[in-house]
């Protein structure tokens, strides 16, 4: 249960972000050395009961070696294998893969985490969800029924919105409730079809930016590309098409910023 747990957690590409200063990236000196040069893609983490993959969790009744080894093999499967290891601490060690990724173990108060990290300069630009400092395969508590995500650029904070905690825990397109999860759809890949009506909000209510005048510029710059943006757009096509949809305005609004986004991208 718990390998395949682990697999298929990481294919729905929940990427955990920690805030600068705060958490693994403060404390202890030697983790936040580390996450100077590599950024946390994926995180684990083994308590004796459980097994907690980018924010969801199954009971696992293993043991914690064996569940560290189920989850260095998931991760090398899919990223590589080792090329070297080393001792930053009696409590953290980092295994370097071929190309950019490394796995970070570290073990702390009873749990075992294990990290897959990426260099920072080879670092994607992603749509992450807020992570718990201390516990990042959590993520911040939920508030409202949502979870707190962000899009980033490399390693650059831009701007957050919400997505259902519903979807967070089972992210079926069936369970897409808020325009976030369209958006984590889209990264996911595939070819996904959402049935249900979902609002554009464009008020600083739901979605807040820092760096930009319309925050749906740096959100329209990872969706395009990401795997499934094709099925957003035609999610996105039909709620104009049906005329008499209560969003369709809005849909229309944030179709011309992807396509600005676009124009922009190949001039």
């Given at each position: ?8 957690r ?5 990427h ?7 958490g ?13 040069a ?15 993959v ?22 090398m499967e ?8 080393r ?13 950019p990724?490394?796995i ?15 260099k ?8 992450v ?6 516990a990042?395969c959590?993520p ?21 919105f ?5 979807f ?29 009506e979902?609002?554009v ?9 820092f760096?930009f005048?319309?925050?749906y ?7 395009r ?9 035609r ?24 396509e ?8």
């Open positions: 249960m718990g390998d395949s747990f682990i697999r298929e990481i294919k729905c590409r929940f955990p972000y920690i805030m600068e200063g705060c693994w990236k403060r404390y202890p000196p030697q983790l936040a050395q580390l996450l100077n590599f950024e946390p893609l994926h995180v684990i983490g083994l308590t004796k009961t459980e097994c907690i980018d924010g969801a969790a199954v009971l696992d009744g293993r043991s914690l070696r064996e569940k560290r080894e189920a989850a260095l093999s998931a991760l899919e990223f590589g294998e080792a090329a070297k290891k001792e930053l601490g009696f409590n953290i060690e980092l295994i370097e893969l071929e190309g990724y490394a970070l173990l570290f073990y702390e108060g009873g749990v075992w985490f294990v990290s897959l990290c990426v920072r300069e080879a670092c994607p630009e992603r749509f969800f807020i992570a718990d400092g201390k990042p959590l911040t508590p939920y508030m409202n029924g949502k979870v707190l995500c962000a899009a980033v650029s490399s390693d650059r904070f831009e701007t957050t919400s997505i259902s905690e519903e967070f825990k089972d992210p079926r397109p069936e369970n897409a409730a808020l325009l976030g999860d369209l958006f984590f759809l889209a990264q996911m890949g595939g070819d996904w079809v959402v049935t249900r979902i609002k909000d464009l008020s600083c209510h739901y979605i807040y930016f760096f005048s319309n925050p510029k740096s959100i329209a710059r990872i969706l590309k990401t795997p499934g943006v094709r099925s957003l757009l999610y996105a096509y039909i709620q104009i098409m049906m005329g008499g949809g209560e969003y369709a305005d809005d849909w229309r609004i944030f179709l011309k910023t992807l600005e986004t676009q124009c922009a991208s190949t001039s």
